[in-house]
């Protein structure tokens, strides 16, 4: 998996409970995806996480090639369907 170094040295320093593991998973098979205004990609997966009641939505964010994985964060207002 390709990443940035925002990601490497921003992203997984301030969320340290985020899995590689997940953005893998996003990259494969995406619930939904979305082309940003500046060519960046959305996506978003299902996290269900031992312990925890409902799910949440992790979006993860791509550079415009699809493949190089930018940023990656819970959201909270995310609506399935």
């Known amino acids: 998996m390709k990443t ?3 990601f490497e ?3 997984l320093r301030k969320r340290p409970y985020l899995q590689r593991e997940w953005c893998r998973q996003a990259l494969a098979g995406a619930i939904r995806k979305e082309i940003q205004a ?3 990609i ?3 997966i299902k996290v269900q996480q ?7 939505f992790l979006r993860v964010v791509t550079l415009a090639d699809g493949e190089t994985v930018h940023n ?6 995310f609506r399935e369907g």
């Open 72 to 77: 990656a964060f819970f959201d909270r207002n």
């Open 4 to 6: 940035t170094r925002y």
């Open 38 to 40: 500046n060519g960046r």
């Open 9 to 11: 040295e921003q992203v």
């Open 42 to 44: 959305r996506l978003w």
């Open 50 to 56: 031992i312990g925890e009641t409902r799910p949440r």
